[in-house]
């Protein structure tokens, strides 16, 4: 249409017609206030009112229409138009008639609106049928621009008056798209409101389609009646741009967006939807039904929301309808005197992207509901609170899957109807599958985290998590032939039964699995219910007792070092069954009088009877496995009590070893002279058992000695002794491997302080050969010794530097002071330490005129000390020993030659000093107490050598051998375990033993003279295996 063909009319008056002349008023139908029967185009901020009133005696009134376009006319609203229609009247209240404020009709026919094009229907009096903003027919394309707004609007006393009278009928829509194609732009308003059927965008017909654009606005309400966002049927399309919102309050029922008979709506990301229900009609954010689909884009918010109604949903597909929704959608479903479901799929099909979040709080709510549809989760979390809540519930052959890391909370009490809470539910055929990492929490006095029932199945992946919070809670219960299966690294834990199957149903644990129950961990009823942990070499931790009844079966195999079972076990009924394999180390913790129909004790695997301290009973109807180890609690002393084995049928060649923790441990007297205590009896006598080394952590290995009973009765004299039972007949104690170190530690302190006592020409050479100068005789010196000294239990490497000032006052007297700082490493075969010495001391030398000599040298010092053991049961300590010591040396050198280079030096030496006590713990909790020692060292020795006087470097060198005997006696040593084990030794370090070694002194200069020593020990406890020891002094 060029510009020359275009009119361009302004019409403002009550009734206008471009293009047609109206027929006369008898003849009519409608009621129009501006009709356009050909091209149009209105000035910008036209304004087009049209108020009508249906007059008492009006025939034949159909509608009322503000503006009309039809014959495949083209009408240009310009920009910030306003088409406003008000209609009203009095006929006789049989609301047939429409208000209709713009309307496009007839093939070909098209609307233009510029931005902000403003289009209201408003009803004042009389009960209309519809009351519709805009209205476009098959055949007919509108298109607005941004901010439009387009209103329906329902005197509201009308409806509130009306809602059970005449005017119940009355609807309102914001606009009607049959068959047609409209399109708002960004940011459009579409209200409907009071209508006791209100519509905001009703699409419809194959052809029809609806575009809004982004940020588009819908609201939708009605004080006394239902009401839908946004409504697409019929093969109708509805398309909605990013961030569109949608808002529909009722009183009755509430639709934010319903999609059926083969519609299709699809909206962008961003969208949000509120569906608020007053009454207790449905309440659904998204309804599809009759194959109508639903697409919605990324994070969208979909929330339903209802007073006391008995259907709502954040999303519900029946009659094959399909949802879509993508990643991070928000649904929040409350009701707060009924029920309520996040997603329903009731025949439908529900599929929802990753991070989905359903928020339900109502009674007996529900995340996910299918029946006989299909309803996937990608991955997200689903959270609901209320009493007789649940999960997720698949029925009636109804399907749903939720993809990895889905998180499912369920926090309320039981209701009547319903139950406990439950996380997942699965009956009547229905089929729940969980993917890997799901976390499953129900609190809750009677909730279950898994229910599978009627036929129906669960099926939970890798790594998943259940927990039960409540007095009676169960984690996983299969009934009535349910099967419910979880894949490796399964955690479960209730308060009540951890896992439960009863009537025929399974519960399959695929790989490992860590079971915790407050009343039982496992408990399986009835005939073909099954419990199944046979999962081979796969780590399971199983924490309560557990019971087979009635037919019921438990089987579980534990076979790595990791596995444990701490708990009693029952069997009770006829064809029940309750199966234990354990091997490769694994521990089953006995709490309690136990039973089983078959246990297998294999390769280290335990049977722990300590963990309770009341003496218990295992009876086992079959019996296989070697080297397995029973852990029994025993009174020797009584040769009545201790924990009891009865195996009623052992294979050919079983065999274990048993282990015993006796009461005398406790008591703290060994038992002696000749005892026997029954521990096992084997029926069919085929099994053997030996005795096996316990070490529990505390002080003692512990060896019992376990005879048969032929031998008790032939050799010990009991003629009651049967050949099919065991005898405890004897224990022995050996100090473990994590308890030598420490007692072996003080002998090391004690050596490396031996090793710290030395002689004058060790100390200082031989100072004669100084040169004295009475003006400037002082000096300094320095030394170092190391080497390897070993005693009972360890070996160690040592090294020891002293630093010390000389004060000469003649040549036959030296006094002086030193410090020294020492470090040591010692090797207990079974841990190891570190010992740091920091000393000082003070000594005084004289020599006689005939070649005889005295040295006195005091000395104080500290040794600071650390222990690492590496046994069963490692441990470490750190303590202090203080040490003070008084050495008085005399000898006398006899030259053996005219030239008095041949020498003779008989030594003697008596050394007294003290260690002090020490107390310390451990960081296992042992205690350890260390009396102080005092020592007294005697030593006779001899030198023999050479000496050279003469010249610039006079030397000497020597050979030497000496005696010594340490006259101090014995040490106590206290020990006190965590466990209560405890021990108390003397450790005698009184001995004799013989030196040997050589050194010499050699003087560089008139100042400087240098010395060196090497020497070992025989005949010890504790012995130097060789020391190296070289000083040199420096005269001022």
Same mark, same amino acid.
């Given at each position: ?150 209103? &329906? ?414 708990? &009693? ?413 405890t021990l108390e030794t003397a450790v005698d370090h009184g001995d004799s033993w013989w030196e040997a070694g050589f050194g010499g002194t050699y003087r560089f200069s008139p100042k400087i003279q240098g010395y060196a020593d090497v ?22």
């Open positions: 249409m060029t510009g020359v063909e275009r009119k361009i009319v302004f019409a403002l008056a009550s009734m206008a017609v471009w293009g047609v002349a109206l027929p006369a008023a008898a003849e009519t139908h409608d009621k129009i206030g501006i009709s356009v029967t050909r091209d149009t185009v209105m000035a910008d901020e036209t304004k087009s009112p049209f108020t009508a009133y249906a007059e008492p005696l009006e025939i034949g009134l159909k509608n009322i229409i503000g503006i009309q376009v039809s014959q495949g006319a083209a009408l240009d609203l310009g920009k910030q138009s306003e088409t406003i229609t008000t209609a009203g009247g009095s006929i006789d209240g049989d609301g047939k008639w429409d208000i209709i404020s713009l309307e496009v009709k007839d093939q070909g026919s098209s609307l233009l609106g510029g931005a902000q094009t403003t289009i209201q229907a408003i009803q004042e009096t009389d009960g209309t049928h519809n009351v519709i903003g805009l209205e476009a027919q098959a055949g007919t394309a509108v298109t607005l621009g941004e901010q439009a707004s387009i209103t &329906a609007t329902v005197n509201p006393e009308l409806v509130t008056t009306g809602s059970s009278g005449p005017y119940k009928n009355t609807r309102s829509y914001g606009m009607i798209v049959n068959g047609s194609v409209v399109e708002l732009g960004p940011d459009a308003t579409v209200e409907s409101s009071n209508g006791y059927d209100a519509t905001g965008v009703l699409t419809q017909n194959e052809g029809g389609k609806t575009t809004l654009g982004d940020s588009a606005r819908i609201q939708v309400s009605s004080p006394a009646g239902f009401v839908t966002g946004i409504f697409t049927k019929d093969k109708g399309t509805t398309i909605l741009g990013r961030n569109v919102v949608v808002a529909a309050d009722a009183s009755v029922a509430a639709y934010g967006i319903n999609t059926g008979s083969q519609g299709k709506t699809v909206a962008g990301d961003g969208l949000s939807v509120t569906a608020d229900n007053k009454g207790d009609g449905f309440t659904y954010a998204i309804f599809t039904s009759d194959n109508g689909n639903a697409e919605i884009g990324d994070d969208a918010s979909l929330t339903a929301t209802n007073r006391n109604g008995g259907s709502i949903a954040g999303i519900d597909t029946e009659s094959g309808g399909t949802a879509s929704v993508g990643n991070r959608a928000s649904i929040t479903v409350s009701n707060t005197g009924g029920n309520a479901i996040g997603i329903s799929s009731y025949g439908g099909t529900t599929l929802t992207g990753t991070d989905t979040s359903i928020t339900v709080n109502s009674l007996e709510g529900m995340g996910i509901y299918t029946d006989s549809g299909t309803t996937s989760l990608e991955s997200g979390s689903i959270a609901v609170n209320g009493k007789g809540g649940m999960g997720i519930v698949s029925y009636n052959n109804g399907y749903t899957v939720a993809g990895d890391h889905t998180s499912i909370t369920v926090t309320g009490e039981k209701s009547e109807d319903l139950g406990g809470s439950k996380g997942i539910y699965s009956f009547y055929d229905g089929i729940t599958s969980l993917g890997n990492n799901a976390s499953i929490t129900v609190t809750g006095s009677e909730g279950t985290g898994i229910v599978s029932e009627e036929g129906g199945k669960t099926i939970v992946g890798e790594n998943a998590s259940v927990t039960v919070k409540g007095e009676n809670g169960v984690g996983i219960s299969s009934l009535s032939q349910g099967i419910t299966s979880l894949l490796d690294n399964a955690t479960v834990a209730a308060e009540g039964r951890g896992v439960e199957s009863k009537t025929s149903g399974a519960v399959i644990f695929a790989g490992s699995a860590n079971i915790i129950g407050g009343q039982y961990s496992l408990f399986s009823q009835d005939t073909d219910s099954i419990i199944d942990l046979t999962a081979a070499g796969t780590r399971k931790t199983i924490q309560g007792n557990m019971l087979a009844s009635n037919g019921g079966t438990i089987r579980a195999v534990l076979d790595t070092g990791d596995s444990f079972f701490t708990g &009693a076990s029952g069997v009770e009924g006829e064809g029940s069954e309750l199966e234990l394999d354990l091997a490769n180390g694994a521990r089953w913790n006995m709490t309690g009088d136990s039973s089983v129909t078959h246990l297998t004790l294999d390769s280290g695997a335990m049977v722990n009877m300590a963990a309770n301290p009341a003496y218990q009973q295992l009876s086992a109807d079959t019996f296989r496995g070697s080297n397995g180890i029973f852990y029994m609690k025993t009174d020797l002393d009584s040769q009545i009590d201790g924990d009891k084995v009865h195996l009623k049928e052992a294979e050919d060649g079983a065999s274990g070893k048993i282990q015993v923790y006796d009461a005398s441990f406790a008591r703290g007297k060994e038992v002696t002279g000749t005892r026997h205590l029954l521990l096992v009896t084997d029926d069919r006598g085929r099994a053997s058992f030996t005795g096996e080394n316990l070490n529990r952590g505390g002080l003692w290995d512990v060896t019992p000695t376990i005879q048969n009973g032929s031998y008790v009765r032939n050799s010990m004299g009991v003629t009651d002794a049967q050949d099919t039972e065991w005898y405890l007949t004897k224990l022995e104690k050996t100090v473990n491997a994590d308890t030598r170190p420490v007692l072996n530690s003080g002998d090391s302190v004690y050596g490396f302080y031996r090793l710290s006592l030395d002689t004058l020409r060790q100390r200082r050479g031989n100072l004669r050969q100084r040169k004295f100068q009475s003006d400037d005789a002082d000096g300094l010196w320095a030394r170092n010794r190391g080497g390897r000294f070993s005693g009972p239990g360890f070996t160690s490497r040592y090294n020891l530097f002293q630093l010390g000032y000389d004060v000469h006052h003649n040549p036959g007297s030296v006094y002086g002071f030193f410090g020294e700082r020492g470090i040591a490493s010692p090797d207990y075969q079974t841990g190891s330490g570190r010992e740091h010495t920091l000393a000082g001391g003070l000594y005084g030398t004289w020599y006689g005129s005939h070649g005889s000599y005295t040295d006195v040298v005091a000395r104080v010092g500290r040794d600071d000390s650390h222990i690492s053991t590496w046994g069963p049961y490692p441990d470490k300590a750190d303590y202090r020993t203080r040490e003070q010591s008084l050495s008085v040396e005399y000898g006398k050198t006899l030259y053996l030659d005219k030239d008095k280079e041949l020498f003779l030096e008989p030594q003697s030496q008596l050394v007294l000093g003290h260690l002090s006590s020490t107390r310390y713990t451990t960081s296992r909790g042992t205690d350890v107490y260390r009396e102080g020692y005092n020592s007294a060292i005697g030593r006779l020795g001899i030198l023999i050598g050479k000496s050279h006087k003469e010249g610039k470097h006079p030397f000497d060198y020597y050979g030497k051998v000496s005696w010594l005997h340490e006259f101090g006696g014995a040490q106590t040593v206290a020990m006190a375990a965590r466990n209560g084990e020497s070992r020990t025989f005949s010890s406890q504790i012995r130097t295996k060789w020391q190296v020891n070289a000083g040199v002094s420096w005269q001022f």
